[in-house]
């Protein structure tokens, strides 16, 4: 069987394109993580709020974010919503910079390379202000009714910073998993 977090390798285009594997889909109200030991899907928990994910929601393979010593959170917005494990090729508009309990918990931001209605899309700044902001909310309030969970929204970063954020997590991953 095969891992989805260890055994997608295909970063041809990388940072610029990149392969996020979903976990929660656009209009979901869970939280579903991919168990790196079992390499399945796991509920992680239902929401505390009523808040859907406003994007496709996963993680980007073969990648380590040291602040939060998870793989490297990603969304992509998407005109249909997709499934748990599906493999999107995503290209990065830039990153949502975040807080999450005193931790660093930036998520990188993009479109589905294939997806025609954001074909000219090339930055988080040639979508609409609405759905920035849409976003910004989800991730500001959906652990408010959590204990002892506080998220800042730190801004937005271009795409020099994302890239390089990105190889620096791929590169993480190398050192830890030592592949």
Do not use: C
């Given at each position: 069987m095969s891992n989805l977090f260890h055994d997608l390798d295909d970063f041809e285009n990388s940072p610029?394109?990149?392969l996020m594997v979903v976990e929660n889909p656009s209009g979901y109200?869970?939280?579903?993580?991919?168990?790196?030991?079992y390499g399945a899907?796991?509920?992680?928990r239902v929401s505390y709020s009523?808040?859907?994910?406003?994007?496709?929601?996963?993680?980007?393979p073969r990648s380590w974010n040291k602040f939060d010593n998870d793989p490297m959170d990603i969304m992509a917005l998407s005109s249909i919503p997709t499934y748990p494990g599906v493999v999107i090729n995503v290209r990065?508009?830039?990153m949502l910079k975040m807080e999450d309990s005193g931790e660093l918990d930036h998520k990188v931001f993009g479109v589905p390379n294939d997806d025609p209605v954001y074909n000219n899309v090339e930055?988080?700044?040639?979508?609409?202000?609405?759905?920035?902001?849409?976003?910004?909310?989800?991730?500001?309030?959906y652990k408010k009714l959590m204990k002892?969970?506080?998220?800042?929204?730190l801004g937005w970063e271009g795409l020099d910073e994302t890239y390089n954020f990105i190889n620096d997590t791929l590169e993480e991953y190398k050192n830890k998993f030592n592949k």
């Open positions: 610029k394109e990149i109200r869970g939280k579903i993580e991919y168990n790196k030991k899907m796991f509920l992680d009523d808040l859907p994910y406003p994007v496709e929601y996963g993680f980007i990065v508009l830039g930055s988080f700044k040639d979508i609409d202000a609405h759905t920035i902001k849409t976003i910004e909310f989800y991730f500001a309030n002892n969970k506080e998220v800042k929204i």
